[in-house]
């Protein structure tokens, strides 16, 4: 998520939109988080907060490249509506699940390493986007949801989704 966010700052002036479709391209985020946010505590109260996830990371990856090798407005927008769309799906879940599989003297610490990861990832997006361009910004935006969907595979599935 954070890199979602940091990412509209280092871009926008390199990718050759106008005044409107800037401000629509930064604003979608918001606009995903707000309209499927609440979808993805639904769909994995179904399906489970792990498979939520696994299912998800890889679909806000493939976003993150189609922005990365977009060569049209089209495309910019598409690869970004589908990135925001994956993380808002995996908003809720993810903080759901840490907070059902930690011991209760750990869950409040562990709940807020999400908003950690936020403002770290917004962070490390800017001071990349000093060394980098931003397509190289959004394909190695990938790297973390791949490395989670690899890494939620050995995870368990949250003890509460299992007995419900």
Not at 55 to 74: H, Y
Request: aromatic share 16%; net charge positive.
């Amino acid at each position: 998520m954070g890199n979602l966010l940091g990412f509209t700052t280092i871009s926008l002036p390199y990718l050759g939109l106008n005044t409107n479709q800037q401000s629509w391209f930064a604003s979608l985020d918001f606009f995903c988080l707000t309209i499927f946010g609440p979808f993805g505590g639904m769909i994995s109260g179904w399906i489970g907060r792990k498979k939520m996830m696994v299912l998800c990371s890889p679909i806000a990856a493939f976003g993150w490249f189609l922005i990365a090798m977009s060569s049209s407005t089209f495309t910019l927008f598409a690869g970004r509506f589908i990135s925001c769309f994956g993380v808002a799906l995996i908003m809720s879940p993810s903080t759901v699940y840490v907070s059902e599989i930690a011991h209760p003297d750990f869950r409040a610490t562990l709940s807020s390493i999400v908003g950690l990861a936020l403002t770290s990832g917004t962070s490390l997006t800017w001071i990349s986007g000093y060394f980098c361009t931003w397509r190289t910004i959004a394909a190695l935006s990938t790297i973390p949801l791949l490395l989670s969907t690899v890494t939620i595979l050995f995870f368990p599935a949250s003890p509460y989704w299992l007995i419900e």
